[in-house]
């Protein structure tokens, strides 16, 4: 069974860091995408970035260009997003997704929200 | 990037419409086309992938067509387990980007 699991979460105040992890189960992690999609409360769904499996492509939304980055850790089964010079507008449910782009698997998310 | 635009933004409709539900992509993206259902609290569901192809395990009642620019997302007969909410998803392009969605409510 497939099994995302994100943490790293949290309250933080505008212009702080935040670093999410995703912990993937259930499947060959190095054969897959991975991207992180994010919902803002009541809002709809923002593709946010994905990684290639070896991790040599990444690609983001405008709005986070220059600010987050996503990473891999194969050997770990695990993916991350940095996210950096945090403002209200990131304040949302993160989700890590397998795939780049048909969006089987998702995992529960976790909540960042960015307030002072 | 491409833009996505959906509508209606909601509607209203009783169970057993016909619902239909139209996606418009800002530059022509073949068949590169998903549609997901949203329901509160809960992550999506994939139910229609490369515009109309149904995955797995979702109901026959769900449909897809179109291709280049316009989509569409087709509910049959509606159930009471399909009041949610719908998003398309554009995958044309390494920088996928969703509609703002559409809320399937009870008339």
């Known amino acids: 069974e497939v099994q995302l699991v994100e943490s790293g979460g949290g309250l933080v105040q505008p212009g702080e860091s935040l670093r999410l992890s995703c912990a993937a189960s259930?499947?060959?992690?190095?054969?897959?995408?991975m991207s992180w999609v994010r919902q803002a409360p009541g809002k709809g769904l923002e593709w946010v970035a994905n990684?290639?499996?070896?991790?040599?492509?990444?690609n983001y939304v405008d709005s986070v260009e220059g600010r987050f980055t996503i990473s891999r850790d194969n050997a770990k089964n695990s993916l991350a997003l940095q996210m950096n010079s945090l403002r209200a507008e990131d304040t949302a449910l993160y989700y890590c997704?397998?795939?780049?782009?048909?969006?089987?698997?998702w995992g529960q998310g976790t909540l960042v929200t960015v307030s002072s | 990037d491409i833009q996505m635009t959906q509508s209606p933004s909601s509607l209203s409709a009783s169970v057993g419409d016909r619902v239909t539900i139209t996606c418009r992509a800002s530059?022509?993206?073949?068949?590169?086309l998903n549609w997901y259902q949203q329901k509160p609290g809960k992550a999506p569901n994939l139910l229609i992938y490369a515009a109309s192809s149904l995955q797995g395990g979702v109901p026959s009642r769900f449909s897809g067509s179109g291709s280049g620019t316009d989509f569409t997302l087709t509910i049959s007969s509606l159930q009471p387990e399909d009041f949610a909410t719908y998003y398309c998803q554009h995958t044309y392009s390494t920088r996928r980007t969703f509609g703002q969605g559409t809320k399937v409510e009870i008339k």
């Open positions: 259930g499947f060959t992690f190095s054969s897959y995408w």
């Open positions: 990684i290639k499996q070896d991790g040599s492509e990444k």
């Open positions: 997704v397998r795939g780049g782009g048909n969006f089987v698997s």
């Open positions: 530059q022509s993206i073949s068949s590169s």
